[in-house]
Nanobody
Framework: VQLQASGGGLVSTGGSLRLSCVLS????????WGWFRQAPGKEREFVAT????????YYADSVRGRFTISRDNTKNTGYLQMNSLKPEDTAVYYC??????????????????WGQGTLVTVSS
């Protein structure tokens, strides 16, 4: 299984970006998507998760109402739409897939596979 993330970049405060993550391999099984981020000098933290069917989501308090997680199972792709971006959203964003817990989790441990990370920089 491989995860390929894309969509990061430089954006001004208040701007928007959409991250994508494509999964290859094990595509006939159910899995949850998760997005995590790691800011410079900080530990990696949970951002959002969506279950295998795509009908249940959960967000970190810091992004709720601004970010939207979604998925397209026909394309084996997960998305993170980020609106109203703030400088404190600057981080490397990682996508992750959990076959162990297709309901989704805000813990890292249930995620079996991780993408390589994509950098999001929000300028003030």
């Amino acid at each position: 299984v491989q995860l390929q993330a894309s969509g990061g970049g430089l954006v001004s405060t208040g701007g928007s970006l959409r991250l994508s993550c494509v999964l290859s391999g094990r595509t006939f099984e159910s899995y949850a998507w998760g997005w995590f981020r790691q800011a410079p000098g900080k530990e990696r933290e949970f951002v959002a998760t969506i279950n295998g069917r795509g009908d249940s989501t959960y967000y970190a308090d810091s992004v709720r109402g601004r970010f939207t997680i979604s998925r397209d199972n026909t394309k084996n792709t997960g998305y993170l739409q980020m609106n109203s971006l703030k400088p404190e959203d600057t981080a490397v964003y990682y996508c992750a897939a959990s076959f162990l817990d297709p309901v989704g989790s805000y813990y890292e441990r249930p995620y079996d596979y991780w993408g390589q990370g994509t950098l999001v920089t929000v300028s003030s």
